[in-house]
Each structure stands twice: as C-alpha cells, then as structure tokens.
C-alpha cells in the first residue's frame, strides 16, 4: 500500500502490507474486541498493549482520578494471580511492563522478547478481565497514589503543566489534572472504582495491539482463549465503542494567568493558546510549526532564548490534540526575575512566525527532521504499538510512513505562517510556577487580553 | 566467540564475532586515537560516540564544574560551524545528538540513519577538535549553566542524590556533584577551560564508537581523514592513555546524616553504603543482588514498601561502579512523617538479606530478569555503543552477551548473602530532603554508627 488505511468498526478482518515492509493485520471479533497487529520482519521483540478509551476526562464530578487509581488496583491481584505473581511474570522474562492512564486512554504495555508473547497475553489479560478490587489492597493503594500526587506536587514543572491545562482548558474535563487531587483520592470510594471498572471493561472496548515479532493469527486465538478462560462470552454480539467526536467543542479559557508562588531557584514558565483536535487535517502542519518553532536545537526558541541569550536551559514547545480540543504551548524555566522578560521575548517569537513566516530552509529542515525522527521511533516497537493503538482508538486510520511523508510534503510555509497567526490570535494563558512577583507579566498581559 | 575479549592498549587491529552475530572491530592508531564498531546486521541506524576518560572527578580545587562546562561550549561552534549549524546538521536529518558529563568520562553522542554516518562524524570530530571556546558564547553559556544547576536544585531527587555521593564518599573526588556549584560556576574562568580543553582532547585521549549500520574500514577512514583536516597529526605516535586504576581507593564518609529542609510534600530519602568497583568480580553478583533486593516490581523493596503497605511511590535499590570506589544506595520518596519508619524498614531489608540469604525461586527469577533485560537491551545501538566505550574506558575487556550469561549462571545465593552482609557492615550514610524533623532517624543511627 502507499496511504492511509481506514480501521472501519464493522469490517471483520483487514490486512496489507505498511511502508518498510512491516504487515498490519486487523479483526474485529463479534463480541466487539479489536485486534491489531502489525509484524516488523527480522524483529526478536514485541511490544504490546491492552488498552480501553477511557481517561481522565470521562470521569463524573466526584470520581475524579478513579481511572488512574483503577489503573493501579489492576496491578494488585486476581483469582489467579497476587500482585507479586503478575510482577514475577514480567520480571522473571526481564520485560519491561507497565501501564499509563491518559486524558482519553488507559494502557497497559509490556515489552518482551518474542518467546514471551504467550505469557503476556495470559497475564495482561487476566490483569484487565479479572480484578480482584481487594478493599485492602484499594486502601493501601490509596496511600500509593497520595505519595504519587505528592511527587508531581514537588516537581515545579509538572504543577506548571497541571496549571496550564486548567487555563487554558478552561471548565473542559480535558483541563482536569488526570490523577485528580489528594482530596478527590481521598475521598474516593470503593464502589465507585469498581463500577468506572465494569462499565469500562467489557469487550467492545478493549482494544489489544501488538507489534514487532508477532504472528496476528496467533496472537488472536491467544488472546481469544484468554479472554474466554476468564469468563467472557465472546460470542455475544457487540459493536465496538465508537470513536470519540472529532468535532471541536466550545472551550472558555480558565484564568489567564495563574501564579504558583514557591521558594525556588527557578521559574516554571508556560504560555500558551487552545490548538488542534487530533484529528484536524492541519496536524502535519503543526509538526512542522513546532519543529521549526521550538521542536529541537536549531528551533527558533532554542537558538533565542537559549543560545543567544543564555537566559534557559530548558525551552521548547508542544503541541498536544485531542478528541475535541488540543493546545499550543510554549515552556522554559528561568530565573524567576527574568520571567517577565522570556515571556515577553517567547511570545514576540510567536508573533514574529505569525507576521513573517517561516523560510525555504526552515521548511526544508523541519521536513527532514520530521521525516528522519519517524523512521528512528519505527526502530522500537513500543511506537508502533503506540502507534496502532492511536489509529484504533483516535484516528479511526493507520497512517504508514511513506503517508505521512506525503502529507509532509504538502504543507507550504503558508500553511505553517496561517496556523501561527491562528494560534497567536486566540486567548493566551500564563501559568507559572516560583517566586515571582504578581506584576512579573504586566508587560503583556493586558495587550494579550485586548488582542 | 565466546567469553570475553580483552582491549590492549598497544593492539593495533582486532576482530571478533560476538554473541548474537555482531562483529565487533577495533582499531589503535598509531596517534592513540582508538577506534572501535560493532556491526549488528540487518540494522538501518547507528549510534556514534566522541569518549574521553575525563570526567568531575578529575577536576582541581577551583575548577569544580570544568568538565560539563567544556561540554556546553563544544556544541557552540568551531572555526567552520556556528552552534546554529552545528543543530542543524543534526535536527535536518532528525537525528538525536547530546552530550553527557560523568563522573569518570565525557560522551559526546548522536543516533542517526545509516546514511547519515559521514555526517556525523564530520560534525562531531570538528566539535571534539576544533571548538572556538568564544568568550562571548563562554558567558552566554555560564548563564545557561546557572539554569541547568537551578533546574536540578528545584529537583528534590537530584538534590537528595548529590548529598548522598558526598555523604557516602566524603573527601574523595567521586562525592562532589559533576556540575559544580552555583559559586564554582560563577568563578569559572575562560582560561580554565580553556586548559582543560587542551590538556584532556588529544588523540591519545579520544575513544570513538559506533554500534548499528557501521562498517569499520569505512569508519576508520572517515574518522581520520576528518581528523587529519581539523589539524591533528595522527603520524606522530602517542601511547592511548592508560585506564584509571582499579585499586579501591580509602574512602573516609562524609556526614552520616543530612537533612536539607523544604517545604514539600514527600521526603525524598536515599541511604546506603561504600559498594564496588566497576571492575570487581563481584559486579554480576551485585546485580543479582541488586534485582532481588530493589531491582523491579517483584523485588523486596518494591513488595514490602509500596505493595503491602503502601508507604511510597518510588522506591528502589541502585549501585553504581566507579574505577576505585562505588556505592549501593536504597531510594524511596514518602509521607516527611512516616520517613524514620521507610528507613528502618528498608534497612532491616537489608539486614534479613543478609542475615537470611535468599531463595532459589529469586535465584532463578533474577538470572531471567537480568539476561532478558540484556537481550532487550541490546536491540538499541546506544546500548550497544555504551557498552563499546565501557569496555573501552573502564573494563579493558569486551563481555558479549553469552559470556554476561555465563558469569551469571555462576552467582550462588551464598554469594549474594554475603555480599549483603558486606555492604551492610559498612558505614552506612542517610540523605534526606524535605520537611524532616532532626531527630527523623533517631531510632537507627545511633545503631548503625556502632556496628
């Protein structure tokens, strides 16, 4: 094939072959259960995933970081297995094993040499239909998560980044932190995680992928008895949960500046505007905003802010979508007297991208690195995993690299100076994180508010 | 083959085949530069690495932080490239390409597309060989330094480990933290680093590897010719200089307790004790031990402190290896309240490894870990470039992966128990950060000092 490959949630079986050689082969089981794999030849490893599309945003006032604290009591134990059980299987195969609850997501991964497929389908498996929920282990692992939270409050950058997304976000559920709080985890009840859990746990929306040394019509009568051992009727019929609304909700901005007043030696700095859905066909366009703009050393930010002016050792910029919103963001840390200042020069470098544009060789270079950084993350199977997971789950298409390098190809440095102008006309918020003054963003604050 | 290869210093060529069918190849030219690639077929890209045996500890009073600071100024231009080209270079093809300062070596490093090798041994060899040192960039890059030192000391973790090197080394040059201070940075001259810079990259000095899509003959020469125009006269012959001594040097510890009081949520809490040698025989079974005790989630640290009673999120064992000292160090981050009672716990772990040995079952358990871990490991060229300059610098000798294999199938529980019960007799030193009380570990100090 050369292009993109639709994954309709009705279409049994698919199968084709994806730039560089690898096979992707896709089943929708009856009973709703999604299989993907895609097969590196010459590959001695595996990744795979289990995931469900639930995240932090899914969740009801009062049940705030339940998918993330149900992400951790998966850990601890089923009728089979204790928690040092399903640790011992991972680790005795030197696997790396682990899982990661998102805003739209929750995945469990393990990575292992091929040999061990059979072991991480049994024990993944048994992980997400068989959860014992043991009320004791749920208390213990409250304490857990509390000391969890409690790390992420004593990194400055993560309180930055937390902050930035309620801005930014506004009341949008996306704008939640995905751990909730120390009060909502407190608070939370064990009812309550096991419902989160059977409501989000069923067939239709477990979604399982796999890539690297993987044979699919194996992994799929694996993956099949497991599920049927653990008591699932896969014979039942039920269509796949559909994909989210790619349709760009209605955000209010939070507050537009959010000062976190802390004794430290630096200030956490982001800025920034709502962006693109996931799903919005200027994505490729934004790669090549951000690489050009603060994706790399030889970005705009870097080379300002850092190399000419000494004034960060960190500074870059993101930009993360999803189902219906998505923002633009732009860090550095810095020497809280100087904030005022770096905000002030990281958003006239905006503006100077908005008014003046990029150039041939700016565009030339950020398709190179755009193009060269794919092909070396399709070297680990962890991304191609991830990777398939995100074509199910989000995109609803397998985009291939050969694909990708198309889109690439056709975005104009017109494209990137319109999305920047886009992006730099709507709201900015500033959330910071340090000892700084109330007044440290006076300077641009106000114009920002007016323009 | 199958065992180990030594790396004389006076060997001029030397070939072999490794476990899993890479050829290693090795050159010593007559300028001392040192050459050596390991050819993993049916690779795509490769990792490269500039290696000099100077590291933090080599520093003189007065020019603490050198070394890193040097570093920096290597990637801000030489006579043929501004710091903008030499992002460039790498960025267009989306390469990786960084630098790391340690303790005992300097690495500058990319990871690259096969095709991409010329280029980066043209950027790195003008980077390593020609680098402007400009005063005007030195100050910029003092500034920048300041930010990464700021960042790291808003970094509870980093901090608590930097208080830990010098608690459990006391005087010795491996105890002080590889950037330097604030202060040291600050009085950092132009002309010091400038020595440095002469004194420690010479071709006697410099180690180059490469793992992946590398073909030796075609490396050897790029690599000298690139040499040969940046100026170096690689016919004048020169010794490579001689790997440190591997003769545990008299370690007098520092503070046996320090507290650094924050304001934060968790206590970040290392405790340890002098460890081993990179070079000691016992390495293999420190690494059984190492796994066993706090190595993954089936470990005991792991087990008993998070899984059964849910007193911290991170928590783990480590045990780093230097030329003539090492240190193993048990970590957890947890409630400030609850942190004399971690710290007791974990080191009557300690004490019932060492007191208890251990069981077969974590025999087996650790031998899977390690020897899968490796093999997983190994499918990424900058583990295998890693490995190449370690053998080079530290070791004297290449351990393929079957011979790794064979070393651990010789490590007995007695072993390991003893092990334990030699690190645990020694002077054991505690770091902590956070908001402790002093008398925090008034319950096992007293103890430990007298045993």
């Known amino acids: 094939m050369n292009g993109a490959v639709e994954f309709p949630l009705d279409l049994a079986e698919l199968s ?6 690898s096979l992707v082969r896709r089943s929708v089981l009856p009973s ?21 599309a639930v995240g932090s945003r899914d969740e009801e006032p009062g049940h705030f ?10 850990f601890k134990g089923t009728a089979k297995r204790t928690a040092l059980d399903i640790a011992i299987a991972f680790d005795s195969v030197g696997g790396e094993h682990n899982a990661m609850t998102a805003k739209e997501y929750t995945c469990y991964y393990a990575k292992v040499q091929d040999r061990d497929l059979p072991m991480a389908v049994e024990v993944l498996t048994d992980m997400l239909t068989s959860s014992l929920l043991d009320p004791v282990e749920f208390e213990n692992e409250r304490g857990v998560i509390l000391e969890e939270l409690a790390m992420a409050d004593d990194d400055p950058s993560d309180v930055a980044n937390e902050r930035f997304f309620e801005a930014v976000m506004g009341e949008h559920p996306l704008g939640r932190p995905i751990g909730g709080s120390p009060d909502t985890i407190r608070a939370a009840t064990h009812a309550a995680v096991q419902d989160h859990y059977r409501a989000n746990y069923r067939p239709q929306d477990l979604v399982v992928t ?6 699919h019509d194996v992994l799929v009568a694996g993956v099949t008895r497991a599920l049927t051992m653990a008591g699932w009727d896969l014979s039942e019929y039920a269509a796949p949960v559909g994909r989210r609304s790619g349709s760009p909700a209605t955000i209010s901005p939070g507050a537009r500046l959010t000062i976190v007043p802390r004794p430290l030696e630096q200030a956490n700095l982001l800025m920034g505007f709502p962006g693109l859905l996931a799903t919005d066909d200027r994505r490729v366009t934004m790669s090549v905003l951000n690489s ?31 189902s219906d919103a998505g923002l633009f963001g732009m860090y550095a840390g810095c020497t809280p007297a100087k904030t005022g200042q770096v905000a002030e020069l990281m958003l006239s470098e905006l503006h100077r991208l908005a008014e003046h544009g990029v150039t041939a060789d700016e565009m030339k ?23 398939l997971g995100r074509s199910e789950i ?33 709201p900015m918020s500033i959330a910071a994180v340090g000892a700084l003054q109330p007044d440290a963003f006076a300077a641009i604050l106000p114009d920002t508010i007016c323009s």
């Open 16 to 21: 084709f072959r994806a730039a560089g050689e």
């Open 65 to 74: 970081g339940s998918t993330h604290f149900l992400e951790h009591l998966l």
């Open 210 to 215: 796999v890539a690297g040394a993987v044979d």
């Open 292 to 322: 050009i703009f603060g994706g790399g050393m030889s970005s705009r930010l870097f080379q300002e802010m850092r190399e000419r002016r000494g004034l960060a050792y960190s500074v870059y910029s993101f930009a993360p979508g999803y």
């Open 32 to 52: 709703g259960v999604r299989i993907v794999s895609e097969h590196v030849p010459g590959s001695r490893s595996l990744t795979i995933g289990y995931w469900v």
């Open 394 to 426: 989000t995109l609803g298409e397998f985009v291939d690299l050969d694909e990708a390098l198309r889109r690439l190809a056709l975005v104009t440095a017109a494209d990137v100076q319109a999305l920047a102008a886009g992006l730099a006309a709507g």
């Open 365 to 387: 270079r950020a398709s190179g690195q755009l193009s060269g950084a794919s092909a070396l993350a399709l070297e680990d199977s962890d991304t191609r995993m991830s990777r």
